[in-house]
């Protein structure tokens, strides 16, 4: 076998393989990638009424501890 025509050949098929992957290209690039699931992890946003809704359970947390904490410096709350 010539080797000048191996290479010739291995030419050729490069130059095809060339155009195919030019072809694929092509038509791939009005597709748009898949986009990567999201991640699960890290804080989770609130929309307003949620921010409202622990801003409101909050406010008696601190009203309770706060009374908690007065009566069991006054002498009036239960003993520990």
Request: aromatic share 2%; no cysteine.
């Amino acid at each position: 076998m010539d080797l000048n025509h191996v290479i010739e050949e291995l030419i050729n098929e490069r130059n095809r393989l060339d155009a195919l992957i030019r072809a694929l290209e092509k038509g791939l690039s009005g597709v748009p990638s898949p986009k990567k699931p999201r991640s699960k992890r890290g804080r989770k946003s609130m929309d307003s009424e949620e921010r409202k809704e622990v801003a409101a359970r909050m406010k008696r947390y601190w009203a309770n501890r706060k009374s908690s904490d007065a009566n069991n410096q006054n002498g009036t709350g239960d003993p520990e």
